[in-house]
């Protein structure tokens, strides 16, 4: 244990830590840490950084290739090769402690782990997901029963593999820290130089496949690339948690952008941040694994992009269905208005003269189900854009505004006339038809409409209603909805 | 782009060359063109279960091949087997008259707009970008030039102005001429389409059928697999029927016929599907 923490803390700010039986009273060894003066933790932080953007890049790939998971099932089958190559090298005499030599044992169980996923997917009915459970848990579990068996061992101390399941910053060294930073920036050249072709792959492995790239040599090049960032991983963020590296950052950025480049480029940004402070906190606590701290920040990461990412986040989807409505509800509004208006004409007044009277809310009421608060609410904002004036009894639809109505309800009847002519619906169906897709007609589809339409020698300006819109038949329908 | 020399003429009664012998495996149809895509005994099989079977025939240069059959009549499995996306049980391929591999760069390839996620995070322009990635090679970034030539091709398919727009904010009509773009962009002799008029609106597949008939005017071959059996005689010139096998092919005067179309989708079984039938059955009582 002692040679463990010794090895472990080179640096003493650590040393005076692990020691220290209340940290917390030691300001001079939080900021030595902070502040990054020792030459130890500098360095182990950035390797844990280096790390993070890595991941962020090579995690950006799987996600998209949809092929995340993969990396978890790697991350957890490497447990028993670093356990076997603990016992193999301890009863050959060997230092079962050597880094070199666990990693070496991890990263072939690893693989192998990988190669039975393949093996079961390619070679039974059963599908990938089913696979992924079945190696994940089987190799993970061999692991913690070869991990028992080196806890009884009288060889070698045990102490310190553990960290490898968790993570744990605060009991790595300079040298593993270099290892970590040297292994990621050749990871982050590949991705960088790999950008296109990866790219293609996970977009259009078909397409990549006719253009000759090689899909099969490109798959085991991002595997690698996995491998490679999930096996010098294990030691700073633990086998259980490495996968929160590669998905989390790469999913929080999918939130803010639309652009490859620009995803992964927050995606680095974000593992980057996290791996900083989760390694931070760890190695003033050696009690917390680094691997628990890393998730925890990028989580936060997590969340606040789902909720605030400018592309696709919560509260932009929010108000993007929010607006639709309102604009729906706008629409209707203007429609029913007009279609009032045009009622009156049928007692030989024109369309100009009907105009001017007010119109009740109580009879556009009537005209759909809609009820009154939103009604009311969608007049306000019309009110509010001068499309209605409100009168005392009632309101009336100022020029703009008729001009508005009169334009969606030809642009309504339009696409009624078409369902009937073309796709065969039903008159008495054709007003809910339209409804649900008039209000995102194109400009260039309405043109295309009209001339549709032409040819049928359809009246063109407003055109009269397939259907009967009267207030009795707008009740009927009213009712029904 | 590789020339290949063409040849003067094709003595076809002096020694046996592999063309006389193999009729399907001809580098030449007799009239100085090059056979853009001929097949020979091809078959493919997903789990010991035949899709395709024993398909062969020779498309004819600068023409409009519609490629018709039923669903599940293989007609995908047959554009991806003859561009060795999918391994075939027996056959051979010849595009331009050798390997596809050796002529890849002359094939453009439009697969099912279905095959891809359109929520991935790139523009209609990346996409065609990429139609050019094996000519920018291995490594190196796309450049001015290269995007330059994506917005063209784009314009080509009338989608021009929405090529900084990302692929999840199309129509699917504009998502398909964004995948004919990223064919044509490339400047292919041979063009294979998967289904491209697939629930398009009508303005999109009249301004597909204006492409081919100008990749026609310009010489170009496409092969183009289709579903409406009633526009087949107005867009194509030559038609493959496939169910599983050729049941015909040949110009569409002559071969698109009630009878062989009675054949490629009627309800009666024919010889060799009783006969696959049969070994199927036998399969699965092992």
């Given at each position: 244990?002692?040679?463990?923490?010794?090895?472990?803390?080179?640096?003493?700010?650590?040393?005076?830590?692990?020691?220290?039986?209340?940290?917390?009273?030691?300001?001079?060894?939080?900021?030595?840490?902070?502040?990054?003066?020792?030459?130890?933790?500098?360095?182990?932080?950035?390797?844990?950084?280096?790390?993070?953007?890595?991941?962020?890049?090579?995690?950006?790939?799987?996600?998209?290739?949809?092929?995340?998971?993969?990396?978890?099932?790697?991350?957890?089958?490497?447990?028993?090769?670093?356990?076997?190559?603990?016992?193999?090298?301890?009863?050959?005499?060997?230092?079962?402690?050597?880094?070199?030599?666990?990693?070496?044992?991890?990263?072939?169980?690893?693989?192998?782990?990988?190669?039975?996923?393949?093996?079961?997917?390619?070679?039974?009915?059963?599908?990938?997901?089913?696979?992924?459970?079945?190696?994940?848990?089987?190799?993970?579990?061999?692991?913690?029963?070869?991990?028992?068996?080196?806890?009884?061992?009288?060889?070698?101390?045990?102490?310190?593999?553990?960290?490898?399941?968790?993570?744990?910053?605060?009991?790595?060294?300079?040298?593993?820290?270099?290892?970590?930073?040297?292994?990621?920036?050749?990871?982050?050249?590949?991705?960088?130089?790999?950008?296109?072709?990866?790219?293609?792959?996970?977009?259009?492995?078909?397409?990549?496949?006719?253009?000759?790239?090689?899909?099969?040599?490109?798959?085991?090049?991002?595997?690698?690339?996995?491998?490679?960032?999930?096996?010098?991983?294990?030691?700073?963020?633990?086998?259980?948690?490495?996968?929160?590296?590669?998905?989390?950052?790469?999913?929080?950025?999918?939130?803010?952008?639309?652009?490859?480049?620009?995803?992964?480029?927050?995606?680095?940004?974000?593992?980057?941040?996290?791996?900083?402070?989760?390694?931070?906190?760890?190695?003033?606590?050696?009690?917390?694994?680094?691997?628990?701290?890393?998730?925890?920040?990028?989580?936060?990461?997590?969340?606040?992009?789902?909720?605030?990412?400018?592309?696709?986040?919560?509260?932009?989807?929010?108000?993007?269905?929010?607006?639709?409505?309102r604009?729906?509800d706008r629409?209707h509004l203007?429609?029913a208005?007009?279609?009032?208006?045009?009622?009156?004409?049928?007692?030989?007044?024109?369309?100009?003269?009907?105009?001017?009277?007010?119109v009740s809310t109580a009879?556009l009421m009537?005209?759909?189900?809609w009820s009154r608060r939103r009604l009311m609410a969608a007049i306000d904002r019309a009110a509010e854009?001068?499309?209605v004036?409100k009168?005392?009894?009632g309101f009336?639809?100022?020029?703009?505004?008729?001009?508005?109505?009169?334009?969606?309800?030809?642009?309504?009847?339009?696409?009624?006339?078409?369902?009937?002519?073309?796709?065969?619906?039903?008159?008495?169906?054709?007003?809910?038809?339209?409804?649900?897709?008039?209000?995102?007609?194109?400009?260039?589809?309405?043109?295309?409409?009209?001339?549709?339409?032409?040819?049928?020698?359809?009246?063109?300006?407003?055109?009269?209603?397939?259907?009967?819109?009267?207030?009795?038949?707008?009740?009927?329908?009213?009712?029904?909805? | 782009?590789?020339?290949?020399?063409?040849?003067?003429?094709?003595?076809?009664?002096?020694?046996?060359?592999?063309?006389?012998?193999?009729?399907?495996?001809?580098?030449?149809?007799?009239?100085?063109?090059?056979?853009?895509?001929?097949?020979?005994?091809?078959?493919?099989?997903?789990?010991?279960?035949?899709?395709?079977?024993?398909?062969?025939?020779?498309?004819?240069?600068?023409?409009?091949?519609?490629?018709?059959?039923?669903?599940?009549?293989?007609?995908?499995?047959?554009?991806?087997?003859?561009?060795?996306?999918?391994?075939?049980?027996?056959?051979?391929?010849?595009?331009?008259?050798?390997?596809?591999?050796?002529?890849?760069?002359?094939?453009?390839?439009?697969?099912?707009?279905?095959?891809?996620?359109?929520?991935?995070?790139?523009?209609?322009?990346?996409?065609?970008?990429?139609?050019?990635?094996?000519?920018?090679?291995?490594?190196?970034?796309?450049?001015?030039?290269?995007?330059?030539?994506?917005?063209?091709?784009?314009?080509?398919?009338?989608?021009?102005?929405?090529?900084?727009?990302?692929?999840?904010?199309?129509?699917?009509?504009?998502?398909?001429?964004?995948?004919?773009?990223?064919?044509?962009?490339?400047?292919?002799?041979?063009?294979?389409?998967?289904?491209?008029?697939?629930?398009?609106?009508?303005?999109?597949?009249?301004?597909?059928?204006?492409?081919?008939?100008?990749?026609?005017?310009?010489?170009?071959?496409?092969?183009?697999?289709?579903?409406?059996?009633?526009?087949?005689?107005?867009?194509?010139?030559?038609?493959?029927?496939?169910?599983?096998?050729?049941?015909?092919?040949?110009?569409?005067?002559?071969?698109?016929?009630?009878?062989?179309?009675?054949?490629?989708?009627?309800?009666?079984?024919?010889?060799?599907?009783?006969?696959?039938?049969?070994?199927?059955?036998?399969?699965?009582?092992?």
């Amino acid at each position: 244990m002692a040679v463990m923490l010794l090895a472990a803390g080179a640096c003493c700010a650590q040393g005076d830590i692990v020691s220290d039986t209340a940290p917390f009273s030691s300001i001079a060894a939080w900021s030595r840490v902070l502040l990054m003066q020792d030459y130890n933790t500098r360095v182990v932080i950035f390797g844990v950084a280096v790390l993070g953007g890595a991941s962020g890049l090579v995690g950006s790939f799987t996600l998209l290739r949809k092929r995340a998971l993969m990396g978890d099932a790697l991350s957890h089958a490497s447990l028993p090769g670093i356990a076997l190559a603990f016992i193999v090298a301890s009863t050959l005499g060997a230092n079962g402690k050597s880094l070199p030599l666990l990693l070496f044992g991890a990263t072939v169980s690893g693989l192998l782990g990988v190669a039975t996923i393949l093996v079961i997917r390619n070679q039974t009915r059963l599908k990938e997901d089913a696979a992924l459970g079945i190696v994940l848990s089987v190799f993970f579990g061999a692991g913690v029963a070869l991990m028992g068996v080196v806890q009884q061992m009288q060889t070698g101390h045990a102490a310190g593999l553990e960290g490898f399941i968790y993570g744990k910053t605060a009991s790595m060294r300079a040298a593993d820290a270099q290892l970590i930073a040297v292994v990621s920036l050749l990871v982050i050249a590949g991705c960088l130089l790999l950008f296109k072709e990866l790219k293609l792959l996970c977009f259009d492995e078909g397409f990549a496949g006719a253009k000759g790239f090689p899909v099969v040599a490109l798959d085991v090049g991002l595997m690698s690339m996995v491998v490679l960032v999930t096996i010098v991983g294990l030691q700073a963020v633990g086998l259980v948690l490495m996968i929160a590296l590669l998905v989390i950052p790469a999913a929080a950025a999918r939130f803010w952008t639309d652009t490859m480049w620009r995803m992964m480029l927050w995606a680095a940004l974000l593992g980057t941040l996290g791996s900083i402070v989760g390694g931070l906190v760890s190695a003033l606590f050696p009690g917390l694994p680094s691997g628990a701290m890393i998730v925890l920040v990028c989580s936060v990461f997590f969340f606040v992009s789902m909720m605030l990412g400018t592309r696709s986040g919560v509260l932009v989807r929010y108000r993007r269905r929010l607006r639709l409505n309102r604009r729906i509800d706008r629409q209707h509004l203007l429609r029913a208005i007009y279609e009032r208006i045009e009622n009156r004409t049928k007692h030989g007044a024109s369309i100009h003269e009907s105009r001017r009277k007010p119109v009740s809310t109580a009879s556009l009421m009537s005209m759909r189900s809609w009820s009154r608060r939103r009604l009311m609410a969608a007049i306000d904002r019309a009110a509010e854009d001068e499309l209605v004036r409100k009168k005392s009894d009632g309101f009336k639809l100022t020029s703009a505004g008729f001009t508005e109505a009169a334009r969606l309800t030809r642009q309504h009847r339009l696409w009624e006339l078409y369902l009937i002519a073309y796709a065969e619906v039903a008159t008495s169906n054709v007003d809910r038809d339209a409804d649900d897709i008039e209000h995102v007609l194109a400009p260039e589809v309405i043109d295309q409409l009209e001339d549709l339409l032409d040819e049928q020698e359809m009246t063109i300006p407003v055109p009269m209603s397939p259907h009967d819109v009267s207030d009795d038949h707008a009740d009927a329908t009213g009712d029904k909805r | 782009m590789v020339e290949r020399p063409q040849k003067e003429y094709q003595p076809m009664d002096s020694s046996p060359s592999l063309s006389s012998v193999l009729p399907s495996a001809a580098r030449d149809d007799g009239t100085g063109n090059e056979v853009p895509l001929s097949i020979y005994d091809l078959t493919v099989a997903y789990h010991r279960k035949p899709v395709i079977w024993d398909v062969g025939f020779d498309l004819p240069a600068g023409q409009l091949i519609g490629i018709v059959g039923p669903n599940g009549a293989g007609k995908s499995t047959l554009l991806k087997a003859a561009m060795d996306l999918i391994p075939s049980a027996s056959g051979r391929v010849r595009v331009f008259g050798d390997s596809y591999r050796a002529n890849r760069h002359r094939v453009g390839y439009v697969p099912q707009r279905e095959s891809v996620d359109w929520q991935f995070p790139v523009s209609a322009l990346d996409v065609v970008a990429m139609g050019l990635y094996d000519e920018i090679g291995w490594c190196r970034p796309v450049r001015r030039r290269h995007r330059d030539r994506a917005r063209l091709a784009l314009q080509h398919v009338g989608i021009g102005e929405l090529a900084d727009r990302q692929i999840s904010q199309l129509s699917g009509g504009q998502q398909q001429r964004t995948f004919l773009a990223r064919a044509l962009v490339q400047d292919a002799d041979l063009y294979l389409m998967d289904e491209p008029f697939a629930a398009v609106d009508a303005a999109t597949e009249r301004a597909i059928v204006d492409i081919l008939r100008d990749l026609k005017k310009r010489g170009k071959t496409a092969a183009v697999i289709h579903h409406d059996l009633q526009t087949v005689p107005e867009y194509f010139d030559y038609v493959v029927l496939l169910n599983m096998r050729v049941v015909a092919h040949g110009p569409v005067e002559t071969t698109f016929t009630s009878e062989n179309l009675q054949k490629t989708y009627g309800g009666r079984l024919t010889l060799l599907d009783e006969v696959t039938e049969a070994m199927r059955r036998r399969e699965s009582s092992l």
